[in-house]
């Protein structure tokens, strides 16, 4: 299943990466390719922009703008003037995060 | 001082029980275990551990995988929440863990200095942060608990397809109902004023019957038919799989009870409205939608869906009156 193409933000500098994998390794929809001892964006419109990747690259070579793709957490903060949030972060508020993993 | 090592009584079938009932938000806040370091089995200074969340639902996914081995389980403080939901919080993080290893004396405990976190915990951890500060390494395992022998018996290596996220039909139609559920003050919003109406104008009991289901099919269509059908629907857009889904709604109800063209035309313009905007809903509890492409679905479809819905009603209740 994919979703709307040209829209994610994830970007890769190649000449800060160093190849170590770490970005392929956590990313949920395979969105990396490694070659050459360096890691490359094979399928950017998969991303979800979960910020994984640029969260663990020690070398700062990824930035995404990280968020949830959930329109009630950003139509709750368009309303509220807040940041995009289903108001779980201090206890289960939604039951979106009532699943398993 | 260490904290103490906590035990926990084996899952029972109450606890599955209330793991289901938990998804559907029964009881859900209180469905926890107390964070901290845990026993499984008798594990020695060389068992793995592994990290997860205190929602209860996470804890035993892990503790089930980890049937007949030893191991421990470092359990964080998200609040009740899932690993991904948490991580996405910060609050399955890089802080909350690093405070963890520390106070439950880990360093202690075990001879080796790795310890195995849930990839979908990625995005709040920094890995090489917690190396720094720890001494721990981090690996990544894989995505679903149920992996966890087959990455711990392959040294800790995860295939390709234990670290993809999937949104398989049977995950989707769990979902369904906890959609339809939601939903149901948007139904009653609508059911309410439309009845009030039907009966202020002397509709008959089949005339109430008529106007529920014909608006609660809407709402299904968006809560039920939209997760079930995602993969087949067109169109990338949840909003658009929606608007489909109830204009095929809209255009049943249209011909089973017989509507003139008037009402017709209102019922398209309101029902794929209410459709779509639950179907929208739906990316949350997705897998794979991101928060730009959300904003730009927002952006695209919110308003129309408002002004559609709210042309459908003026239509039909201008023809109501005419009528």
Not at chain 2, 200 to 229: E, K, N
Request: charge should be positive.
């Amino acid at each position: 299943m994919r979703y709307l193409p040209g829209v994610a933000t994830l970007a890769l500098d190649r000449e800060a990466c160093t190849g170590c994998g770490v970005c392929a390794a956590v990313c949920p929809h395979r969105v990396f390719r490694m070659a050459d001892g360096k890691a490359s964006i094979a399928d950017l419109d998969a991303c979800m922009e979960c910020g994984a990747c640029a969260r663990n690259c020690a070398w700062g070579a990824l930035k995404v703008e990280a968020g949830v793709g959930c329109a009630q957490a950003i139509l709750h903060g368009m309303m509220t003037g807040s940041a995009p949030s289903c108001g779980c972060a201090s206890g289960p508020a939604s039951p979106c995060c009532g699943g398993p993993t | 001082m260490a904290d103490e090592l906590r035990t926990a009584p084996p899952p029972t079938g109450w606890d599955r029980c209330r793991g289901v009932l938990s998804r559907w938000g029964f009881g859900r806040g209180s469905y926890r275990v107390a964070p901290g370091l845990y026993a499984v089995g008798t594990p020695g200074p060389e068992a793995p551990v592994l990290v997860t969340a205190n929602y209860k639902l996470s804890f035993d996914a892990v503790r089930r995988s980890l049937a007949g081995r030893d191991a421990w389980l470092l359990v964080l403080d998200t609040v009740g929440i899932n690993v991904w939901c948490a991580a996405g919080k910060g609050t399955f993080g890089t802080e909350e863990l690093v405070l963890r290893v520390r106070t439950c004396g880990l360093g202690e405990r075990v001879r080796h200095r790795t310890l195995v976190l849930p990839q979908l915990g990625a995005p709040g951890v920094a890995g090489f942060e917690v190396a720094r500060r720890t001494g721990f390494k981090v690996v990544y395992g894989p995505v679903r608990a149920g992996d966890i022998g087959a990455f711990l018996d392959g040294g800790m290596k995860a295939t390709d397809a234990m670290r993809r996220v999937e949104f398989p039909l049977a995950e989707r139609l769990m979902l369904a109902p906890l959609e339809l559920l939601q939903a149901l003050p948007v139904f009653a919003a609508m059911l309410l004023p439309a009845a009030a109406w039907t009966l202020a104008r002397g509709g008959s009991a089949g005339d109430l019957a008529g106007v529920s289901w014909t608006l609660f099919g809407a709402v299904a269509a968006g809560a039920v038919l939209v997760p079930g059908l995602l993969p087949w629907l067109p169109f990338r857009a949840f909003a658009l799989k929606g608007w489909l889904a109830g204009l095929a709604w809209a255009l049943f109800a249209a011909w089973a009870r017989g509507m003139d063209a008037a009402t017709t035309a209102a019922a398209v313009l309101f029902l794929p409205a209410v459709s779509a905007f639950l179907a929208l809903n739906f990316t949350g509890a997705s897998t794979f939608t991101s928060q730009n492409g959300v904003n730009k679905e927002i952006r695209l479809f919110v308003r129309p869906m408002g002004v559609c819905a709210l042309a459908g009603v003026v239509l039909a209740a201008v023809h109501g009156v005419l009528r």
